[in-house]
């Protein structure tokens, strides 16, 4: 009798692995503001990709050589995902983060499902559901309530900065990182991730020499140490991972809504490290970003004959 299948059985739930790297992502806004002006934000996503390639190198070597023929078939591919995904994405949300509040991250991020959906029909010609486009309006809905707080002066009072556009065009790139990951060649998801980790190296290393000639330095301390220890494991490995499996089981269009779920992690975090209380607009919200992330989650029913 074969064996259970138990230890892998996360791997096939994409509810739970987009909700993981929502989570590891939301933690990653929370340290990206921390060390604002602490820490270069070239240096710390090339750390962000650095310590986990010369971590798995080793471990992966002989998974490496299997993957090699067909890293060497499609590495137009992979070099486009790791610059947009990896090198891009990683880099400017640092640089965002030390310009941008978290409020108007949150509002920005807000739009990432509908510029996903935009990024597949552009470059695939994918069609999104009814059922998908009322659960992306219902969660953003629900974002809004949250910014909001109850009132619309809120967000009339909203202001946005060179930093903020970073973000806008920061979000779109991984749109279109989402997008682009049905053309991911069929290889181990580690060895993937190691490539991902080096080209985002390489294509960022020559940044974080400019940063340095600058007198742009990480500082020693404690908050430096953490955060560089927490970007390495969560949101570079660990999140990624968890979200290319997940669009790779329902797509891209069905899981940018789970992004919505952002918000949600970075209120608790606030509660529990902040002492900032939830009020009822949060729950108000929290419902429908809930409610919009299973509308838009739900797989469309097949035509009847």
Do not use: C
Not at 34 to 42: L, R
Not at 201 to 213: I, K, R, S, Y
């Amino acid at each position: 009798m074969a064996p259970p299948k138990k230890t892998t059985a996360g791997l096939q739930n994409p509810f739970l692995l987009l909700a993981l790297a929502s989570l590891f992502w939301s933690g990653n806004h929370v340290i990206g503001r921390a060390i604002a002006g602490h820490v270069p934000p070239v240096g710390i996503s090339v750390a962000r990709w650095l310590i986990p390639a010369l971590v798995l190198t080793p471990f992966l070597w002989p998974q490496l050589k299997r993957d090699w023929p067909i890293m060497r078939a499609n590495w137009r591919i992979l070099l486009w995902l790791g610059l947009v995904g990896g090198a891009l994405f990683t880099a400017l949300q640092y640089v965002g983060l030390q310009y941008t509040t978290a409020l108007n991250v949150s509002v920005l991020n807000s739009l990432v499902p509908v510029l996903i959906i935009a990024a597949s029909g552009i470059m695939f010609q994918e069609r999104v559901t009814l059922m998908q486009l009322g659960g992306i309006v219902l969660s953003s809905v629900g974002v809004l309530v949250i910014l909001a707080q109850g009132t619309l002066d809120t967000l009339r009072q909203l202001s946005f900065n060179w930093g903020d556009l970073i973000i806008l065009f920061n979000m779109a790139m991984f749109a279109i990182y989402a997008a682009s990951l049905r053309l991911r060649p069929a290889m181990h998801w580690l060895s993937f991730m190691l490539v991902l980790a080096v080209i985002s190296v390489v294509a960022t290393f020559p940044f974080w020499v400019w940063e340095m000639a600058n007198g742009i330095t990480f500082q020693p301390t404690l908050l430096t140490v953490g955060a560089v220890i927490y970007v390495s494991i969560f949101p570079s490995i660990l999140a990624y991972a968890a979200w290319n499996r997940g669009v790779e089981l329902i797509g891209a269009n069905r899981s940018g809504p789970f992004l919505h779920l952002i918000p949600i992690y970075t209120a608790i975090a606030g509660a529990l490290l902040l002492g900032e209380v939830p009020r009822a607009h949060h729950a108000i919200g929290f419902a429908l970003i809930l409610a919009g992330v299973w509308l838009a989650s739900v797989k469309p029913a097949p035509a009847s004959a």
